[in-house]
């Protein structure tokens, strides 16, 4: 018996062809091309690589005994992952977790900065509230885009607005009011997946990283 047919892309969106080289199962990968899934961009989004076409125990079952796969279709099968823009205060929100990494690097980018801008060395603060990639939780009633309230999600830090040092009254601090913007993560019922050429995608970890 033969496989079930795979879903058709898009029909908008530009054939390609499937690089040889894939990810494999249990990968978690980063969308990086303009592939619709259930009608919106699946861009940016992560995931976990559930299939590989043709490979595996069941690569028979996936070609059968008389079929190839079609001249631009997807060889993988992904578990997305949903993300919302969210823009928060401070209070907020709650940290979860920080990768000293990034706080590194973003530490030596303010010394850069201040040394350019400023022309003196910059201190870090002996309290840091958040940065660029932490994972945070929303613990306030703050509406986003498709959601009255955020209050539980979880997802990670994208910006963090810094008011002007240097004049209190500057209009820029007014954006200042709502200064952390966090890549949501909400939980839905229901899974998206998602179907991808190895060229549509990049591995972030697993197996293929190595």
């Not at 190839?68 to 992904?78: C, N, R, Y």
């Not at 010394?111 to 929303?138: F, I, K, N, S």
Request: proline fraction near 4%.
């Amino acid at each position: 018996m033969h496989a079930a047919p795979r879903p058709l892309r898009h029909a908008l969106r530009a054939k390609s062809l499937c690089s040889a080289v894939s990810p494999t199962q249990g990968d978690t990968i980063r969308v990086t091309a303009d592939v619709a899934v259930k009608g919106r961009s699946a861009k940016g989004l992560t995931g976990t690589v559930l299939k590989v076409f043709g490979e595996g125990d069941d690569a028979t079952d996936d070609w059968g005994a008389c079929c190839e796969l079609a001249w631009g279709e997807p060889t993988i099968t992904a578990r997305l992952q949903r993300k919302v823009t969210g823009y928060f205060d401070f209070r907020e929100l709650t940290l979860l977790h920080r990768d000293q990494a990034r706080v590194a690097a973003f530490e030596a980018r303010e010394r850069e900065r201040w040394r350019a801008v400023y022309d003196e060395d910059w201190t870090p603060p002996a309290h840091r509230e958040l940065v660029e990639g932490d994972r945070v939780q929303v613990v306030a009633d703050v509406a986003v885009k498709g959601y009255a309230s955020a209050r539980g999600m979880q997802g990670v830090v994208a910006n963090v607005w810094a008011e002007c040092e240097t004049d209190a009254a500057c209009c820029c601090n007014e954006l200042a009011t709502a200064p952390v913007t966090v890549e949501l993560e909400p939980e839905e019922e229901g899974e998206l997946i998602g179907y991808f050429c190895s060229e549509e995608v990049e591995v972030l970890d697993g197996a293929a990283a190595g």
